[in-house]
């Protein structure tokens, strides 16, 4: 090579710088397609969180409202119109329904709501020794509604049972019939027992109560109001909650370091029968 001249690059040279360009550009595309992507990704992610974040904040409100709702009906359903007490009933404000013989030494009275699941345990555990105490005239039974469920958990089933029971008692059907309540009691959360067709369904189970008389005492709600005054008894009574459990004016109930038990409660009945 002479003086002055200078050695141009050799093609293979060339080529792989050229190359090199290109893969140098190619991958910075790449990567830019690729931090697109990531980008959508993350965009998509957030979305995701905004509207989840927004479901569970409206589920949350509802729950609240919910919840709002259920305790702001303490006092359950109000009824208006006049008082109307079941047939034969007794007491103060003729509120109590009874069973049994007057000529029992011994009273026992219970505070119940048909919804409330406590109660259907203590009928399950009871029913059977209430039951044979009173035919064998040891116990007079002096049966109390409340509404304490329609006023917690919402609804009028509550109501609308103590009305049909007393329509029952109308009827010469209410220890029958109360059982049977008792007996197919929805869940609690369930407010079956509003609708009258179902109350009116399961008179169908005592015999000769699904009359045309008791359809409709249960239809227009004829003990309504008397229910209703029931209800405001028990929470003027002070008592803790359903069932309550008074034998001679002693709560036998709710004891806990001495639990009640069907036996305790013949033993207890048996010894005021002796004097």
């Not at 303490?74 to 404000?93: F, I, L, M, R, Y």
């Not at 406590?118 to 040891?138: M, P, V, W």
């Amino acid at each position: 090579m002479g003086p002055g001249r200078h050695a141009s690059a050799s093609p293979v040279r060339l080529r792989g710088v050229s190359e090199k360009n290109r893969d140098g550009k190619r991958s910075a595309r790449e990567r830019l397609i690729e931090e697109r992507e990531r980008q959508k990704a993350r965009d998509r992610r957030r979305r995701t969180l905004i509207v989840s974040a927004a479901v569970v904040g409206v589920l949350g409100l509802a729950a609240v409202v919910g919840l709002i709702a259920a305790n702001a009906g303490d006092d359950g359903e109000e009824a208006s119109g006049p008082v109307v007490a079941p047939s034969g009933a007794t007491g103060k404000d003729a509120l109590a329904i009874p069973v049994g013989k007057d000529s029992a030494k011994s009273t026992l009275v219970i505070w119940e709501d048909f919804r409330c699941p406590a109660c259907k345990s203590f009928e399950d555990n009871y029913r059977d020794t209430i039951h044979e105490l009173s035919d064998e005239g040891q116990l007079k039974v002096e049966y109390h509604l409340a509404t304490l469920i329609d006023g917690n958990m919402g609804g009028s089933g509550s109501l609308r049972s103590a009305n049909a029971a007393a329509c029952a008692q109308d009827a010469g059907k209410f220890t029958e019939y109360h059982d049977v309540l008792f007996q197919n009691q929805p869940p609690e959360t369930d407010d079956a027992f509003a609708k009258n067709d179902r109350l009116i369904e399961l008179a169908g189970k005592v015999e000769g109560l699904d009359t045309a008389a008791f359809k409709q005492c249960v239809n227009e709600g004829t003990h309504d109001s008397w229910a209703v005054k029931s209800n405001e008894a028990f929470q003027a009574g002070g008592f803790q909650g359903t069932p309550t459990v008074l034998l001679n004016g002693e709560n036998i109930f709710g004891d806990q370091q001495n639990p009640l038990t069907p036996d305790k409660l013949r033993q207890k009945v048996e010894e005021v029968a002796k004097g």
